[in-house]
C-alpha cells in the first residue's frame, strides 16, 4: 500500500455536494482505503491571468489515503470521478464542477506527460496547503518540507467552510489522531462528515505562483 494525498476542489454548482459525492466515488475506487480527511476552505479562484474574484470560488478539501493502484491507475481512476460530475477540459484553468488532483504518492518522483508529483505547485497554494494541515498535522511535502512550515512561509488566504470534515461515521478523521469522530467535546464540527461510514484517494495540472485555487483542463 502507498500512501497518497489527494485534493479536490470546486467551483460550479452545489460545490459541498459535488465534493461530497466525489468524495464517496473515489473511496468506492477498488485498492483505495481512506486515511484521514480535511475540512473544506473557500479561496478565490486562479487562472492563467493570476487570481480572479470575479469568479465563483472555490471549495477545497483534502483526502489522505492508502491505496494498491499504481501511480497513474489512481490519476484514471480520478479522472474517471471528474467526468462523472460534468468535469471539461476545454479551457485551460476555466471553471470546472469538479477537480481531483493526486499531490503526492509516497515519496516517488514522478515526471510523465499525464502526471507529475509531488504537486509541483503544491507549496505555492495555501488551498492545498491548509486543508492538507488540518488532516495531517504531521504531514511532509516531498523535496520541500513540513506542509506547517511552508503555509506560514506562504500565508493562509484560505477561509474554514463550517461543515464537516471530509470523511465522518468511520475511523478517519486526522493522520495519527486517536480522537472519536463523534460525541466527543475535542469534534470541531458537530455534524458528520462529507462521507458517512465509508472508507478513500487524485491529479495534478495548474501553474501561477498564487494562493488562489487553479482550473486546470
Excluded: C
Amino acid at each position: 500500500m502507498t500512501r497518497a494525498v489527494v485534493a479536490l476542489g470546486a467551483n460550479l454548482g452545489d460545490r459541498g455536494s459535488t465534493l461530497r459525492a466525489a468524495a464517496a466515488a473515489v473511496v468506492a475506487i477498488p485498492g483505495v482505503t481512506a486515511v484521514a480527511s480535511s475540512h473544506e476552505v473557500e479561496s478565490v479562484a486562479l487562472t492563467l491571468d493570476g487570481l480572479d474574484t470575479a469568479k465563483p470560488r472555490y471549495r477545497n478539501a483534502v483526502v489522505v489515503l492508502d491505496t494498491e493502484l499504481g501511480a497513474q491507475a489512481l490519476l484514471d481512476a480520478l479522472h474517471v470521478v471528474e467526468d462523472t460530475h460534468g468535469r471539461t477540459r476545454e479551457v485551460r484553468w476555466g471553471d470546472r464542477t469538479l477537480d481531483l488532483d493526486v499531490i503526492t504518492y509516497g515519496d516517488e518522483r514522478i515526471a510523465t506527460e499525464t502526471l507529475d508529483v509531488p504537486h509541483p505547485r503544491a507549496h505555492e497554494r495555501a488551498f492545498v496547503l491548509a486543508p492538507w494541515l488540518d488532516a495531517d498535522p504531521g504531514a511532509v511535502l516531498p523535496g520541500r518540507g513540513p506542509v506547517a512550515d511552508l503555509l506560514a512561509a506562504l500565508g493562509d488566504d484560505t477561509e474554514r467552510v463550517d461543515e464537516p470534515r471530509l470523511l465522518d461515521g468511520d475511523d478517519t478523521e486526522r493522520v495519527d489522531e486517536p480522537r472519536l469522530l463523534d460525541g466527543d467535546d475535542t469534534e470541531r464540527v458537530d455534524e458528520p462528515r462529507l462521507l458517512d461510514g465509508v472508507t478513500t484517494a487524485s491529479r495534478p495540472d495548474a501553474n501561477p505562483t498564487t494562493t488562489g485555487t487553479d482550473a486546470t483542463p
